[in-house]
């Protein structure tokens, strides 16, 4: 019997290399009308366990409404077509072409986060076929969620000892889920039941991990399994009675020791398997990244070790994938273009060397022209040491122009146009208005959310900031560095 399954797996391994010689086009053509000049974006998610999608993608949608779009791949993965920062999910499969029809509710068209409001694009495939993955995923998702959540609050606060049996005996009427990891559907429904399970065996892990993950597949590209694996593995190294915080102490914070760590991490039966076990770790010193108690420089140094001596390729793929993230979050991207008041581009790069605070707001958001009043008095006083610069995000662009010739000169600091960025806001998560970054000289990102200039702002610039002579003049300003 094992010799049988190692033959399984290595003639399904070889399929595999042979498949990634050569990848499969798939087209991806359809109308939205209502989005006319706007730029259409194909986002694949090459990433699941950090959740990062990569712009595979774009086409201008004609003055018809219509877009065509081209992407190679050999593997089936979750996708997004995107418009403005408005998104809709479903499955690319190789070979495959897609014709959507798309349309989405016009108000909530206009909003910077639609998805808040419930506001999602509607894709309709112009081929009904019942065979397609993309019908037969969404027509089980439909039931499962129903079904999940009439029973949602028996069988989270145990109310009902036999409820998951109910919960599954209704799903199995209608579905039959086997373990099959080289079938995408019956993985993605055997995954998906995995919750259920992931409830009432709570308090007896071993069962979970024994069921769904003591085997020799990861299906890094199956988003219910990869979801079922982040839930079950979340704050793991931190929690796991095998796995010492002195442990964690020693290999992480006093000095960066990956073979060690993965050693000692081995000492946990539910991390038995190399591959899973690395892939565990990777995610929990990612986790650790915003823990306080961790040494951030360090965990990098150990993910980039990893990166450069696993002998997983796609472990190497997805921790490059999170640092490039990091990256783009923490610094401005040299592609990161906005436009002033006479249409021309402008990088925030261009203010390097000087502490940039940069003020998102809308024209018809009263707080933030409120805001922009006490900008013009902080901007007269510190104008030498920090860049004021303010971003209109509305999504037509004439009211930024009416908005700058009706009161520009009101206003002697930057107020530029986000320039279709909406990528750029997504990643920053940038949903409600005014909101604030604040770049330290050099371009990196040192506070997302600083202080607003109505809720102690110029407090912090005068700590920060004021000049030594104004130092002198307040007498509660105590300066630690006098003599």
Not at 59 to 67: A, E, M, S, Y
Not at 74 to 90: G, H, Y
Not at 440 to 447: F, P, Q, T
């Amino acid at each position: 019997m094992n010799h049988l399954r190692r033959h399984i797996l290595l003639t399904f391994c070889l399929l595999t290399a042979l498949a990634g010689q050569a990848q499969t086009p798939v087209t991806i053509t359809g109308t939205a009308t209502f989005a006319a000049g706007e730029e259409v974006r194909l986002l694949v998610f090459n990433d699941l366990l950090n959740g990062i999608a990569d712009v595979a993608a774009t086409d201008i949608i004609d003055k018809h409404g219509r877009f065509s779009l081209k992407y190679n791949t050999n593997d089936i993965q979750l996708a997004q077509l995107a418009i403005r920062t408005s998104k809709a999910e479903f499955f690319i499969v190789p070979a495959n072409s897609y014709n959507f029809t798309v349309s989405m509710d016009s108000t909530l068209y206009q909003l910077i986060n639609p998805e808040k409001y419930g506001g999602f694009l509607q894709i309709e495939n112009d081929r009904h076929d019942t065979a397609d993955l993309n019908y037969k995923i969404n027509r089980f998702s439909e039931f499962f969620n129903r079904v999940s959540d009439f029973y949602s609050y028996p069988m989270i606060y145990g109310s009902e000892g036999n409820i998951f049996d109910t919960v599954r005996d209704i799903i199995a009427e209608q579905y039959d889920f086997q373990y099959v990891p080289t079938n995408f559907y019956q993985s993605y429904g055997f995954y998906t039941l995995g919750e259920i399970d992931l409830l009432q065996y709570r308090k007896k892990p071993i069962y979970i991990y024994q069921k769904y993950f003591d085997n020799d597949y990861i299906l890094y590209n199956n988003p219910a399994y990869m979801s079922l694996f982040n839930q079950f593995y979340e704050g793991y190294l931190y929690y796991s009675p095998y796995i010492s915080k002195e442990t964690l102490d020693r290999t992480i914070n006093e000095n960066p020791d990956y073979p060690t760590l993965f050693n000692e991490v081995g000492h946990d039966p539910k991390l038995a398997n190399a591959r899973l076990r690395e892939l565990v770790i990777i995610k929990n010193l990612i986790e650790f990244l915003d823990n306080e108690e961790f040494d951030r420089g360090n965990i990098i140094k150990l993910l980039d070790y990893i990166r450069q001596a696993t002998s997983f390729e796609k472990h190497a793929d997805l921790i490059t994938s999170k640092l490039t993230t990091l990256k783009k979050n923490l610094t401005l991207p040299d592609e990161l273009t906005f436009l002033n008041e006479k249409g021309r581009k402008v990088t925030l790069k261009q203010y390097e060397g000087k502490p940039v605070y940069l003020q998102v707001f809308g024209t018809d958001c009263i707080s933030c022209i409120r805001e922009m009043m006490i900008i013009k008095e902080l901007h007269n006083k510190y104008q030498d040491k920090v860049q004021f610069v303010s971003l209109c995000v509305d999504m037509s662009k004439e009211r930024y122009q009416d908005f700058v010739k009706r009161f520009g000169e009101q206003f002697d600091w930057p107020v530029l146009y986000f320039n279709e960025q909406y990528d750029w806001l997504l990643m920053n998560g940038v949903e409600t208005l005014p909101d604030h970054l604040f770049f330290n000289g050099s371009g990196r990102l040192v506070m997302r959310y600083p202080p607003a200039p109505e809720h102690g702002l110029p407090e912090y610039m005068q700590i920060h900031f004021s000049t030594e002579q104004e130092e002198d003049q307040n007498p509660l300003f105590y300066n630690r560095n006098k003599q």
